[in-house]
């Protein structure tokens, strides 16, 4: 059966990948039409439904896996190793929810990858205690800002008086109460959309996610602004720090120093750090100087509370997977845990490795460290910078192409040198037509020649145009040409048609 399995999906990944990005019309027409109305009373059986699978449903999927031509959102690839991991994962259905380390190796799997991800972004897994696999950055970010939320009320209660307050046992008003606090807010620059959307779910609401950038420059802190509000009576906080931006790839610091002083700071004001670095923590693999910039913007993330990390973008593993990392083990605990229900423990208290379903959202969960372990250990550390580098080189291709071009413009706009210019750039490229009709059509422009696949975004109050270079088989030489080809027949056809 697996040796089976194996083979198919082997043969899955020889089979060239599909021409177009994106699926015709009519494959999606069809696809549509061909969806089941009813549950059928009877099922039709596995040989018919393999087939409707095959003929009309996966017609109708994107290629945002298959073909690194595909820079819509980020989204990553998938590795082979990746692959077949994750098919035996849905093979062998183990429930990662407790540690039963008599009866499966799961749970040890699961803290291995997770160690050995702490070593591919050069963070001392020592000094990391509570990891744990989630299904993507948005939750990691919940995780992030739960812990935080817990720290800050508990240190604020400490300093105040010697009685506890634990969100997680008395509820965030009484909490706060004890603590002595009327606001919790998170300072932050450029955050993701889902910092908000975890403020809100965690009860510290969308408000309370305030941007403090310096105004000429809406990436970075600015710092004295960030040491008067954590100073404010009344006030705990988390610092939530970007790694990196999601429209520009840009990171919200650039330096040791830097994160050292915000550390500074924030110990001095009981403050927790997180850091959002969904696909920018993966810069920790690079080192050469040529990403200088991106290393820089890198160091001394290692200084934070906590960590947000993506599986599915950077790390090129199967949906979902993203993982948290913190170096407070026992706040997992106080947020997480399923307080007296016995048939849910492991039975060994000393052990080191923590049942999942007490430092995370979910109870049953998926074995989805198996791909990422397969993965790190198919292709190594080298491996992974390799593919990294790779995709950074051809991002900086298509800058150069875009800041060469006469009719594109790249963003943020820097006034340097073009290799400082390209310096900056990670693995997105942001850029907009100076055509303004052009512009307005771009992105639906791009994605009608199905050759290449972006997404659209704002800048500056203008429609925006962005790349994300995130599949590890991104290759200057092969995707380069396909790109540049796109693009000058896109400005072809307009300039054509006025
Ligand atoms: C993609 C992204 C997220 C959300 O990640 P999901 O995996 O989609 O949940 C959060 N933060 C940043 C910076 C991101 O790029």
Known sequence: MIAKLSAAIAGLHTEPPPEDVLPSEIALTHAREKLIQHLPTKGVGLEDTIKHLKEDIVPGFNASSRSSNYYGFVTGGTTPAASLADNLVTAWDQNVGVHLPKETIATEVEDKALSLLCELLNLDPAQWPYRTFTTGATASNILGLACGREYIIAEAAAIRSSSAASVGHLGIYEALHRAGLDKI???????????????????????????????????????????????????????????????????????LNQMKEIRRICDMYGAWIHVDGAFGIMGRMLTSPSYQTIINGCAGLDLADSITGDGHKLLNVPYDCGFFL?????????????????????????????????????????LRALPVYASLMAYGKDGYREMLERQVQLARAIAEFIIESDDFELLPIFAGEKDEVLGNVYMIVLFRANDEGLNKELVDRIKTTRKIYVSGTAWEGKPACRFAVSNWMANVEKDLPVIKEALRGVVDKYKAQK
């Open 326 to 366: 913190s170096r407070h083990r026992d706040i997992a605990f106080h947020v997480f845990q399923n307080p007296n229900a016995a048939y849910l423990s492991s039975g060994l208290s000393t052990d080191t490795i923590m049942s999942p379903l007490n430092i995370g959202i979910e109870n049953s969960r998926r």
């Open 185 to 255: 807010q998170v300072l932050t620059t450029v955050p993701h959309s889902s910092l908000s959307k975890a403020a809100s779910l965690i009860g510290m609401g969308r408000a309370s996610v305030k941007t403090i950038a310096l105004k000429d420059s809406p990436l970075k802190f600015d710092i004295p602004r960030l040491e008067n509000m954590l100073k404010e009576a009344g006030t705990a906080s988390v610092v939530a720090i970007s790694a990196a931006e999601v429209n520009t790839g840009l990171f919200a610091t650039s330096g």
